[in-house]
């Protein structure tokens, strides 16, 4: 599994990509991710609520027999560093108590290979007459099996799978392969199975290369906006992290090649490789990187190009 760009941060596509996944298949990511078992499910809208725990990610409420509770989840790319984890989990832990009056099942998932490792799962204030504990349970989706997410019944879920671990056996790319296969096996409606696939490139592209995870996807469904939105990104990000700040000319090269492929899907950016393979000074290659990512067509592009060569 590579390890990414840590300065790479699309938090509001990640945030609506796993809220999707938990609208899709509720009771899936309550048994089948979480082991919590139940008869009914019902997902919360956060964003409709009165009261601050609109700011919490995810709120499920669930019944079994004559009882109910509340299944509560955080979903985090990669630590959290303003506010450490446990003292926003007891904020929204206590909020939700008050707002539901039912017990609380609390999780902060984690995203990024790298995240959550010192998150304790656990609040506590240790003072004489004040002691307070509040626990939650940490899950690291980089460290959980993906394969029982790999049934056409829990298709809704697959994306998540992208960032889970394979069976020993299979490597990166076979794996998202089986994934692919799986949502598109598991989808009859053409337009919902391109939405969850792209939902798993934009996922997967948190562990794995890009061309990783274009290379498993048709053509057609790289063409999603939301996936050119999140490529022309990534490679913009990278570019500049490894191409420009590293000093290193050819990584930026391709990178600025990256975004006008997947923006344009032209061959003319291949026939622009030799021109920008002749500029040595980085500074330029960082404003054509730029314009790359933010041109209108490659026509606007190649003007640039050629304005920065005279």
Known sequence: MNDPDRNLVLPGQFDNVTKRGVRRDPKGFVTTLLGIEADEFQVIETEQLSMKTHLADSFIRITTGSEQAIVHCEFQTHDSRAVPMPFRMAGYIGSALAFYKLPIYSHVIYLHPTAGRTDPGLYVQEMSGYNIGIQYRVLRLTEMDGQALLD?????????????????????????????????AGTEDESQQRKTLADL???????YDSQVIREAISEVIVQESSIIQYFTEKALEQGIEQGIEQGKKQHAVEAILTVLEVRFQTDVAEKLKPFLGAIDDLQRLDALHRVAARASDIDEFTQALLNLEN
């Open 152 to 184: 056409p019944d829990r298709v809704g879920l697959v994306p998540f799978a992208a960032l889970m671990k394979p069976p020993a056996s299979v490597e990166v790319p076979e794996w998202i392969r089986h994934c692919v296969q799986t949502i598109e």
């Open 201 to 207: 490139a934009i996922l997967g592209g948190l562990a």
